[in-house]
C-alpha cells in the first residue's frame, strides 16, 4: 500500500488541506504570505500536488514550485513554520510517525525551490 492509500486517499488528503490552510492562515507570521490569494484555488493545487506527490492518481498541473513562489520572497523560518504545520496536521489525523516521515521525504527536497531567503 502507498502512502496516499496508507493516510486515507482523497478525504483524509482533502481534510488535512482543510486543517493545514486554517493552521498557516492563523500563524502571524505566515498570513502575510496568503494576502489577496484565491484560498479555494490554492488549496485545490495542494490536494492535487501532494495527491501526485505521495502517490495518488492525481496528475499535478499547477506551476513548478520555483516559478509559483520565487515572487514571494520566502525565507528559511516561514518554510519550516509550514513544515511544522504540515506534521502538527498529520499528527492531530493520527497518521502515523513513520508515514509522515515517508511524506517529508517527498516534500523536504522541494526546499531549495522554494526558499529563496536564509534569514
Known amino acids: 500500500m502507498g502512502i496516499y492509500e496508507a493516510i486515507g486517499g482523497a478525504p483524509a488528503l482533502a481534510a488535512a488541506v482543510?486543517?493545514?490552510?486554517a493552521r498557516v492562515l492563523?500563524?502571524?507570521?505566515?498570513?502575510g504570505y496568503f494576502e489577496g490569494v484565491d484560498l479555494e484555488r490554492l488549496k485545490a493545487h495542494q490536494r492535487s500536488f501532494l495527491?501526485?506527490?505521495i502517490g495518488g492518481s492525481e496528475i499535478y498541473a499547477?506551476?513548478?514550485m520555483k516559478e509559483a513562489?520565487?515572487?514571494l520572497g520566502i525565507r528559511?523560518?516561514?518554510f519550516d513554520r509550514v513544515v511544522g504545520h504540515?506534521?502538527?496536521t498529520l499528527t492531530?489525523?493520527?497518521v502515523p510517525a513513520d508515514i509522515i516521515g515517508e511524506i517529508g521525504s517527498k516534500l523536504i527536497p522541494l526546499q531549495v525551490q522554494i526558499v529563496t531567503s536564509a534569514a
Open 62 to 64: 499547477g506551476r513548478q
Open 86 to 88: 504540515l506534521v502538527d
Open 76 to 78: 528559511q523560518k516561514h
Open 92 to 94: 492531530e489525523l493520527s
Open 18 to 21: 482543510e486543517i493545514f490552510y
Open 69 to 71: 513562489h520565487a515572487p
Open 51 to 53: 495527491a501526485a506527490a
Open 26 to 31: 492563523a500563524d502571524p507570521e505566515l498570513e
